[in-house]
T-cell receptor, first 117, second 113 residues
């Protein structure tokens, strides 16, 4: 149980393109989803917290107009990288938690490798 | 702000030995601490969660300890196998209201056959 699916797994596109990444919880309802970014040989850095039906909370230094997050249902959150540039190339990973209590582990997707040419 | 340090970037051990990974943190008193495994090009996979009022937790060949006085967690893999080779990440809750996590930089474990 607790499977999180992330799509696409990798994408290569030209500078200036907008890219949408989907994160789905397949067998549970996720009231909260998190979006992380990971550069090579570095750890995961939290970008934003996404709650179903409300605006996302962004971490300091993350541009909310560049990284648009939508959490329209209990099983789907999307991250759109708008007007992507080479410096946005990274590994983007989502995770989800259910509403059932505190201290629950996060369930991660397998990430999206984004390469901007 | 919180700071999490994992003792070494890489750890090489022989198959069958016990691997011990260290996670130290400062400037915070977390309610719980988690350990994850990450394989190259994959998302992290949850392994164990230990709460502040628990000193030790076990799951099969895995054992985690949590010393809130030392601000340290130890992660042990007994009877290690080559399949245990991966990067292991410790993570703390940023604040219980949000359930967001702060991750350490990870320790890359290599188990030699």
């Amino acid at each position: 149980g607790a499977v999180v699916s992330q799509h696409p797994s990798w994408v290569i596109c030209k500078s200036g393109t907008s890219v949408k990444i989907e994160c789905r919880s397949l067998d549970f309802q996720a009231t909260t989803m998190f979006w992380y970014r990971q550069f090579p040989k570095q750890s995961l850095m939290l970008m934003a917290t996404s709650n179903e039906g409300s605006k996302a909370t962004y971490e300091q230094g993350v541009e909310k107009d560049k990284f648009l997050i939508n959490h329209a249902s209990l099983t789907l959150s999307t991250l759109t990288v708008t007007s992507a540039h080479p410096e946005d190339s990274s590994f983007y990973i989502c995770s989800a938690v259910s509403w059932t209590g505190q201290n629950q582990p996060q369930h991660f997707g397998d990430g999206t490798r984004l390469s901007i040419l | 702000s919180q700071k999490i340090e994992q003792n070494s970037e890489a750890l090489n051990i022989q198959e069958g030995k016990t691997a011990t990974l260290t996670c130290n943190y400062t400037n915070y008193s977390p309610a719980y601490l988690q350990w994850y495994r990450q394989d190259p090009g994959r998302g992290p996979v949850f392994l164990l969660l230990i709460r502040e009022n628990e000193k030790e937790k076990r799951k099969e060949r895995l054992k985690v300890t949590f010393d809130t006085t030392l601000k340290q967690s130890l992660f042990h893999i007994t009877a290690s196998q080559p399949a245990d080779s991966a990067t292991y990440l410790c993570a703390l809750d940023m604040d219980t209201g949000r359930r967001a996590l702060t991750f350490g930089s990870g320790t890359r474990l290599q188990v030699q056959p």
